[in-house]
Nanobody, 113 residues
Framework: QVQLVESGGGLVQAGGSLRLSCAAS????????MGWYRQAPGKQRDLVAA???????NYADSVKGRFTISRENAKNTVYLQMNNLKPEDTAVYYC???????WGQGTQVTVSS
């Protein structure tokens, strides 16, 4: 069993930056897939960015060039650097780990215009 804890959310003005962290309760070395998702009120949860154990990354078109996902296995942590934030980025952001389909509790990101 793995617990994932997200942090780093908050309120920021449009154009600002935030860095989200997803800390795991044990090693993420064996996690083949680590992803960041977001869910806005009344909308489905969508994949924002993902990274494999080999460091291959993938991004939703809406965040390409603005968000960067990275993983630091030594610290059992995955990060999401978010730059040039827009009001439409407002959502609860969740971390997922596979295999095992582990999820964190989410962290709120609010971007004001």
């Amino acid at each position: 069993q793995v617990q994932l804890v997200e942090s780093g959310g908050g309120l920021v003005q449009a154009g600002g930056s935030l860095r989200l962290s997803c800390a795991a309760s044990r090693s993420i070395f064996s996690m083949n897939f680590m992803g960041w998702y977001r869910q806005a009120p009344g909308k489905q949860r969508d994949l924002v960015a993902a990274i494999t154990s080999g460091g291959i990354t993938n991004y939703a078109d809406s965040v390409k060039g603005r968000f960067t996902i990275s993983r630091e296995n030594a610290k059992n942590t995955v990060y999401l650097q978010m730059n040039n934030l827009k009001p439409e980025d407002t959502a609860v952001y969740y971390c997922q780990g596979l295999p095992g389909n582990y999820w964190g509790q989410g962290t709120q990101v609010t971007v004001s215009s």
